[in-house]
């Protein structure tokens, strides 16, 4: 298995999940309003879509309280920081990859080659 | 693991968002450059404030109560920015805290300086004062200015 899809996640592929996951992996911790407000989803959807998450194991979530206000915040887990820069390591070499060849390697050539992209990487990734 | 795969162009567009969303986090690190530009105002408006004594050791009626209400304001406003911040990213958190750091150590070197030189001594003029926490408040800045600029 050489094409870089095999190391796409497959939760990942859902378009709120992805943002929600690329605005954590930017942050150590963010409000939950932060994300609805910059993700542009209700309070239902993100609900549910961190729910996913944190079934998955991606993202764990913190309540808390500033002074009467009720607070919950976000942050990735090891295993979803992991897997979010292994799932952008593989977008990275698909969007290289205009023509569509893509090099043998095997299964995780994504990850081995992510090297070969690192002015790409901090120019797309900055954190 | 994924059978389908998202075209090149897909695969830019998903790039593109993750950076726009790493963009908004470093954007809401500013609060911390904001708190850090608060402490630094809070410091250099109370040494402005006493080298416009003619003695520093004696505030007098109107610069006592000043620096009390330059000092409470100032951390009200802190506060509230503190309170305001809905996301930050570890490298924010790290230079804010490392800013801290370096202003504590590097304001004892400036102190001690002052003091040792005599720069700061009852006969010396008050500005004296002013200019040395000028110079003690310079990594909070610094720090400030390399939170905003990320």
Not at chain 1, 33 to 43: G, I, L, M, N, P
Not at chain 1, 98 to 123: I, L
């Amino acid at each position: 298995m050489s094409h870089p899809r095999h190391a796409l996640d497959d939760l990942l592929g859902h378009p709120v999940r992805f943002s929600i996951t690329a605005l954590l992996a930017a942050a150590s911790k963010v409000e939950f309003s932060f994300v609805r407000d910059h993700v542009e989803v209700t309070d239902s959807m993100l609900s549910k879509q961190v729910s996913t998450l944190e079934q998955a194991g991606y993202v764990k979530v913190d309540k808390g309280f500033v002074g009467k206000r009720g607070r919950t915040w976000l942050s990735l887990t090891k295993e979803g920081r992991r897997t979010f820069e292994r799932h952008l390591a593989a977008l990275r070499e698909i969007a290289q990859n205009e023509n569509g060849h893509f090099p043998a390697g095997g299964e995780g050539g994504a990850q081995r080659r992510m090297g070969t992209s690192k002015q790409a990487q901090t120019r797309e990734h900055k954190w | 693991m994924s059978d389908s795969a998202p075209t090149p162009r897909d695969a830019q567009a998903a790039l593109a968002e993750a950076n726009s969303q790493a963009v908004r986090v470093r954007r809401e690190d500013h609060q911390l450059a904001w708190m850090l530009l608060g402490i630094a105002a809070i410091y250099l408006a109370v040494a402005a404030v006493m080298s416009t004594l003619p003695d520093p050791r004696r505030a007098g009626p109107v610069a006592g109560p000043a620096i009390l209400a330059i000092l409470i304001s100032g951390l009200v406003a802190c506060v509230v920015i503190g309170l305001r911040i809905r996301a930050y990213s570890r490298t924010g958190i790290l230079l804010y805290f490392g800013g801290i750091a370096a202003f504590n150590l590097w304001n004892g070197i400036v102190v001690a300086t002052s003091l040792i030189t005599r720069w700061w001594a009852p006969a010396q003029p008050s500005y004296h004062f002013g200019l040395s926490v000028a110079l003690g408040s310079i990594p909070l800045l610094v720090v400030a200015w390399l939170i905003w600029r990320r």
